[in-house]
């Protein structure tokens, strides 16, 4: 399976920054190997499509309903027509700031579907949590209330991005990441047949330059859901150089 390595800029982004997302579309043409995209403000979409040339383009969240009365909502289609292919939903930033549940989850996986876009959703447990050894059951919970129907095809991928791993440099051990990803990949496979083997498993949290190897090499880590290291070329290439170097 090719690696996807995908950028998240959240909330970071202006039309100063466009020279910063074209040299990153550079830094991806140069490991063409592996499949690579940025998820940026909605607000960027449209100019940075026009410096990209064929590099890949997401949005972070979409509603549910394609147009409507929703104050500063953006739709799955809004996003498709500003030149996205793909769209993140259910980053854990949202699951705690804007209360979204399990079902908003899926709900907006099938609008960003219908609409046409790759769709990655994400899931991961918090610190405590973890400390009390609720991890797996918290994820495989949270993956199976927000995952579709069915799918055929490549256009989903589950990121696993445990909170306590995002932004703060303190990156998942070796063993839990294999755990993980191996019991997501299990329920995949449960649920959805061979077509379970096609859902590309990323996983997210203080991946880097420096650690991006180790990860990548992990069973069932199909790819990486980069934050900080993705806000510029010279960090994120780091991260597609070694995907691409896995990929050989
Ligand atoms: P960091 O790479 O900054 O930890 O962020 C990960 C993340 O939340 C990507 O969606």
Redesign the pocket.
Known sequence: MRKLIVG?WKMNGTSRDLPEIAAIAAAARRHASVDSALCLPATLMDRARQTVGDFAIGGQDCHISDAGAHTGCVSAAMLSDAGAVLA?IG???RRAAQHEQDSDVRAKAKAARAAGLKVII?IGETLEQREMGEALKVVLGQLQMSLPDAVTGDWLSV?Y?PVW????GRVAEVSDVLDMHGAIRAALADRFGDEGFKVRILY????NGDNAVQLLTVPNVDGG?????SLTAAKFEPILSAAAALSK
């Open positions: 998240n993140i980053h854990s930033e994400c990121a991005e791993a995002i932004g703060t997210g949290g203080s991946m859901l980069i934050g900080g290291a």
